[in-house]
């Protein structure tokens, strides 16, 4: 038999020129990545970090509101409640093609009142961009429906929106302002900057759908406005309003207006016009309502001058408490013009003229004084520049007598006509001659006990004093203002009655005006009713604007704790004679 050898068995070799390069191949491999890694965690991590940050890291607004509007006592005029506003990110919105034609759509669209097809054409117009407002400050029943739909795109801001609790009872003053928060009226933009806070911001992480997942701090802190403390009083507000309103509707009349000033301290206590508007809706702001009458309106004064063409005759030096002055035979031709009062009341002294509303009495006083006498204190009491409460819209009133004006023109002005004022100029006036002739600047702020308050003489306190007493007459029985009477005070006051001025000359419309003091014995309150246009039968001042006054005054007067000065009740007796303003 033949031997059988034993043959070698061939095995892989465990190291081969593949194994190697293999080897390499991963060694650099990884060596690669782990000079990437090192590069991106170190040399780039800095950029790399921006990068991230600016697709998910956004500063946020933190929202912050104006400050409050309250009255004399605390009582709210105008806060900011928050309301939610809602927006669209159209991009995201879109990546649904369906979800136009959905019926969470068609609820949304329905929601806002609005036409599905043309917003779905507004949204398509829009699908690059990735924010843009709908619908601002949503009525809160809408913003709940509208979330619970849940459509992706559709998000919420919370914004805030003033409330004016008072609505239109104070609403020419305090005024409103607009969707961006802004004052456009009355106090509101006056005081805007004073009122307006300033947004604070804060960094967060936001994910897709913009939702914050997470906060990184906060940037700025939110400033919120300041409040703002009013010289208004609530109570005497309401109550001149609904007088106001009352008369207006009465008399069938255009407008009106009434202002109550604190003669001690120059506060403005309330200021009402008519027509009104509820500011809290936007619908209600039309120009013709949102006018402040008592600052805006001008109108011929009429016999509410009469008392300071006595205060020019009195500081003259030519006239005097007992000065004596014949009307007879009750008119008089100057010029091309006639002066005449409504019948011949004869030889009348000085407190008759101011009882009986004498044209003819001052109309000869202006007459025996110089320009310069007559005019200053016209010019003293504030008539011709505004009074400075600082509301956008206050008239300068007009007072610009020609150099060569005739006899005739300075007659009128002696009794109210040729020169225009507003409701504020005229209770300012009325104010300094309650104050005992000390001109003190209005304002609508309270002030302080301790505020230094800027005082000015420009009438002789015992000429104030003397018209005063004067102006008592009118209210007294065989006056022109027996209905402005109040019940256990003394009243001065003057009435006034002037045809509005139109093209060629005047027409058929009046204006009818009653501005007066109580309690006279020791002045408090400065009040001017103004009636634009009454339609009735009786459209005198004393008939019109008297009983409105009489109603606020007694309204003031109790809610300030003021003690009566006339002990016996004024009680107008029916069927006296009343003369005409």
């Keep these: 038999m033949k031997k059988v050898r034993n043959r070698k068995v061939k095995t892989v070799p465990l190291c081969t020129w593949r194994y190697y390069t293999m080897l390499v191949v991963v060694l650099l491999a990884f060596g690669a990545l782990v000079t990437r890694a090192a590069y991106l965690q170190v040399l780039s991590s800095e950029d790399l970090t921006k990068a991230g940050e600016s697709r998910s890291v956004r500063v946020k607004g933190i929202s912050s509101h104006r400050g409050l509007i309250v009255d004399r006592n605390g009582e709210e005029l105008a806060r900011s409640v928050p309301i939610e506003s809602v927006w669209l990110d159209p991009q995201t919105l879109l990546t649904n093609p369906k979800v136009l034609q959905s019926k969470e759509w068609k609820g949304f669209a329905a929601a806002l009142k609005r036409d599905e097809a043309e917003l779905n054409q507004w949204v398509q ?14 009525d809160p029943n809408v913003s709940l429906y509208i979330k619970r739909l849940n459509i992706k795109g559709v998000n919420f801001k919370t914004e805030y929106r003033r409330y004016y609790p008072s609505a239109e009872v104070a609403a020419h003053v305090v005024g409103f302002t607009g969707i961006d928060d802004k004052g456009l009226e009355g106090v509101e933009r006056a005081f805007d900057n004073f009122l307006t806070g300033q947004p604070g911001k804060e960094k967060v992480v936001v994910d897709l759908y913009r939702r914050v997942v997470e906060e990184r701090g906060v940037l700025a802190e939110a400033e919120q406005g300041n409040d703002l403390q009013l010289s208004i009083d609530s109570r005497i507000q309401a109550t001149a309003y609904k007088e106001l309103k009352e008369a207006v509707i009465k008399n069938g009349a255009k407008g009106g207006s009434v202002v109550v000033v604190d003669i001690e301290t120059g506060e403005v206590l309330a200021m009402a016009s008519q027509p009104s508007f509820n500011p ?106 505004n009074t400075g409460l600082g509301i956008q819209g206050e008239s300068d009133g007009i007072l610009n007598p ?16 040729g020169f225009m004022v507003s409701p504020v ?33 420009v009438i002789k306190p015992e000429i104030a004093h003397a018209v005063v007493r004067m102006m008592e007459e009118v209210v007294a029985q065989g006056g022109t203002g027996t209905k402005a009477k109040v019940n256990g005070y003394r009243v001065a006051g003057k009435t006034g009655t002037t045809r509005k001025a139109e093209r060629g000359g005047y027409g058929d419309e009046y204006v009818t005006v009653f501005a007066g003091l109580v309690p006279a014995t020791n002045p408090k309150f400065a009040i001017v009713v103004m009636v634009d246009e009454p339609a009735g039968d009786s459209y005198y001042g004393g008939t019109v604007s008297a009983p409105v006054f009489s109603k606020v005054a007694t309204k003031a007067l109790h809610l300030m704790n003021v003690a009566p000065d006339n002990k016996t009740p004024a009680i107008a007796v029916a069927g006296q004679g009343v003369a005409h303003d």
């Design 402 to 417: 020609r150099d060569n004006w005739s006899a005739h023109e300075k007659a009128t002005f002696s009794y109210g006509y």
């Design 125 to 138: 117009d829009r699908a690059s961009r990735r924010f843009v407002w709908l619908e601002r400050q949503l």
């Design 280 to 385: 809290n809706r936007t619908d209600s702001r039309l120009p013709e309502l949102t006018r402040n009458r008592s600052i805006t309106d001008l109108f011929e004064p009429g016999s509410t001058v009469k008392p300071l063409t006595v205060v020019s005759g009195l500081a003259s030096g030519k006239f005097n408490a007992n000065s004596k002055i014949d009307t007879s035979p009750g008119r008089m031709k100057l010029g091309y013009g006639t002066v005449r009062d409504h019948r011949n009341y004869g030889v009348l002294d000085l407190d008759g003229i101011i009882k009986k509303s004498s044209n003819m009495g001052v109309a000869k006083i202006a007459l025996e004084l110089t320009d310069q006498e007559f005019l200053s204190t016209l010019y003293n009491v504030g008539f011709g520049v």
């Design 425 to 457: 100029q005229l209770a300012q006036a009325y104010t300094i001659i309650g104050a005992g002739g000390i001109k003190r600047p209005l304002t609508l702020l309270k002030r302080s006990d301790d505020q230094e308050i800027e005082e000015q003489s």
